[in-house]
């Protein structure tokens, strides 16, 4: 039970991250100190990542629906994955604020 909990907490986030980089990506950008060209000259590579997120969180929204237990796992272990690799190659943030969570729902499913 509380696996699920922490993974909805997941699929949360991911649809927040989805909504801030594609329909909010001015505001985010602002807030990473981009210039305005720079935000512009982004825009397109954060609706794509914006996407990415919101897909995700449908397909574990999905797999949590249906039970699908293996999937929830090797869904929360990418995004764990994927934290590290934008922790080292953008921000430290990234891990923190994506990867902790993943972590812990990950762990909790695990044990």
């Known amino acids: 039970m509380l696996a699920t909990v922490f993974a909805w907490i997941v699929v949360g986030l991911h649809v927040l991250f989805g909504l801030a980089e ?14 305005r060209d720079a935000t512009e000259t982004t825009r397109a590579l954060a609706l794509n990542q914006g996407a990415y997120n919101a897909g995700f969180a449908a397909v574990l929204a999905w797999a949590l629906v249906t039970a699908q237990g293996p999937t929830v796992i090797a869904l929360l272990s990418f995004i764990v994955a994927m934290s590290i690799v934008g ?3 953008v921000r430290w943030t990234i891990f923190v604020i ?3 969570p993943a972590v812990v729902a990950l762990l909790a499913a695990l044990l």
Request: glycine share 16%; proline share 0%.
């Open 87 to 89: 922790a080292l190659s």
């Open 22 to 35: 594609s329909v909010g990506w001015s505001q985010m950008a602002r807030r990473f100190g981009y210039s």
């Open 98 to 100: 994506q990867g902790v």
